[in-house]
């Protein structure tokens, strides 16, 4: 059986000190995508519908894992990587102290080999085994590039991440870079299961030259 090691393959891409902003170049990879939105007042601890979309997305990646370690042809193991989200509020960027709801895009990288009908498989398999979640219909398969970006990891709560996102702030006006795109988080732990101060969470903004 052929095995991928995806996290040894894009390593630069999902490690970043904790102390220094770094850049890197996000190659095309295709993805697992889900769209939603926090509702008014929640926040995505609190959300019914985001724990249910998180839920949605780790059941349909570990059944395309499972594919394809299983099959007869071909089977190819590879391990199921970091849930990520894009955010961002209708009104412009992302910030912790909008009152706007929170609109994100979560993501999970997929090797290359992943089909559009191996996916639409396993969103079937997901719908059998849990019900007919509306969550699931909204599921796809998508490539997705960022190219040019700056990350840095950020260690402790996900309310203390504005003393980390200064620093890629200050990052961009010295090198004469401006943000575009959406905040985007990688999250390297489990809040089950790490303490909030032992929490890493990579963050990564896509950059351009500040003309």
Not at 40 to 47: A, D, H, Q
Not at 67 to 85: H, Q
Not at 185 to 191: F, K, S
Request: glycine content about 6%; overall charge positive; hydrophobic content about 40%.
């Amino acid at each position: 059986m052929k095995k991928l090691d995806l996290r040894k393959d894009y390593k630069e891409l999902y490690a970043a000190p904790a102390k220094r902003v770094v850049e890197v170049k996000v190659p095309r990879l295709k993805f697992i995508m889900l769209d939603g939105e926090i509702e008014p007042g929640g926040t995505p601890s609190t959300s019914e519908s985001f724990a249910e979309a998180m839920m949605a997305m780790y059941g349909v990646a570990y059944t395309l894992k499972f594919t394809s370690k299983l099959r007869e042809r071909n089977p190819i193991d590879y391990p199921v990587m970091a849930m990520e989200g894009l955010w961002w509020v209708k009104s412009g960027r992302f910030s912790f102290e909008s009152k706007e709801p929170w609109s994100y895009t979560l993501m999970m990288v997929q090797p290359a080999h992943i089909t559009p009908a191996m996916f639409r498989r396993a969103v079937e398999q997901v719908r059998a085994k849990r019900g007919g979640s509306p969550v699931l219909a909204r599921l796809r398969l998508e490539w997705f590039s960022e190219g040019r970006c700056i990350q840095i990891m950020h260690v402790g709560p996900y309310a203390d991440e504005p003393r980390t996102l200064a620093l890629m702030d200050e990052y961009m006006h010295k090198h004469g870079l401006r943000f575009r795109g959406k905040h985007h988080e990688i999250y390297m732990g489990d809040p089950r299961r790490v303490k909030p101060e032992r929490l890493k969470t990579l963050l990564r903004h896509a950059v351009e030259r500040d003309s």
